[in-house]
């Protein structure tokens, strides 16, 4: 964090110079760092090159440019889903910036042996792409290395998701509040969501407006692998879906 303040401060300092002031601090100042990521997609730039889309640890969503990304040696590290050490460089922090990179592990090829983890990725991706560019979200990039690593295990792979979407909603500020009660402060027994606060309800409490809420399934109480049934998947997918449409995609105008 102590380095990223000081390279966007040098950058700001750069900014404000005059041009052939810039250029010489930018020469001698330029902004770097290293991290690990998982490769979201790449487009082509030219004959040669790519822009390659990562989910970085500590610095989020971010594209950067990597020279010669179309040859054959290069092509095989770029596939989606693999997990990356990276370096950035460039020469002001909003610049595209330069890539470089090796592997830590080739997860595309298990990835292309499941049509469901492949049709898991690009949904990961297109959720991930809902946050701000470059906005560090740790937790998240935690959760998307666990999916990868579980889609051999289509029941854990299930249950990840779904607490990945929750996960979701929170880091864009709309997180539910699944402690308590919100109409009575009970702590147990919360089997409901109530659609418009977004926070818990007790079975009590819930049951004369059962038809109106949405239900809380119950493994989300749990701790991650404790397993899942069908209808508490489909459960979670709903409340998932239901704040991320009110909150996230219909705002954006996404649907």
């Given amino acids: 964090k102590t380095g990223a303040t ?3 401060a040098s950058a700001k300092w750069a ?3 005059p041009l052939e002031f810039a250029s010489l601090w930018s020469n001698l100042h330029p902004m770097d760092w290293q991290d690990e990521g998982i490769i979201l997609g790449t487009r082509r730039l030219g004959e040669t090159s790519v822009i390659a889309e990562l989910m ?4 989020g969503r971010h594209q950067g440019l990597v020279k010669g990304g179309r040859s054959s040696k290069q092509q095989p590290l770029l596939q989606i889903g693999n997990h990356v050490a990276v370096t950035w460089r460039a020469r002001l922090d909003e610049h595209l910036g330069q890539y470089t990179m090796e592997a830590i592990e080739f997860s595309a090829a298990k990835l292309m ?3 469901m983890a492949l049709n898991g990725m690009q949904l990961l991706a297109s959720h991930l792409r809902l946050l701000p560019d470059r906005d560090p979200h740790p937790s998240l990039f935690e959760a998307l290395i666990a999916i990868i690593s579980h889609f051999d295990q289509p029941v ?4 990840f998701m779904a607490r990945f979407e929750l996960r ?3 880091e864009l500020g709309f997180g539910l509040d699944l402690t308590e009660c919100a109409a009575t402060g009970a ?5 409901y969501v109530s659609p418009k606060s977004g926070r818990a309800v007790c079975r009590e409490a819930g049951k004369p407006w059962a038809d109106k809420l949405l239900t809380l399934p119950q493994f989300l109480e749990d701790r991650p692998g404790c397993g899942l049934d069908a209808p508490s998947a489909q459960a979670a997918w709903k409340l998932a879906a239901f704040f991320l449409e009110r909150d996230v995609w219909k705002p954006r105008g996404i649907l």
């Fill in 6 to 8: 000081i390279r966007n």
């Fill in 15 to 17: 900014s404000t110079l």
């Fill in 56 to 59: 970085t640890r500590e610095h």
């Fill in 113 to 115: 042996e499941s049509q």
């Fill in 156 to 159: 854990l792979a299930v249950e």
């Fill in 168 to 170: 979701l909603l929170e």
């Fill in 187 to 191: 702590t147990q027994d919360l089997i």
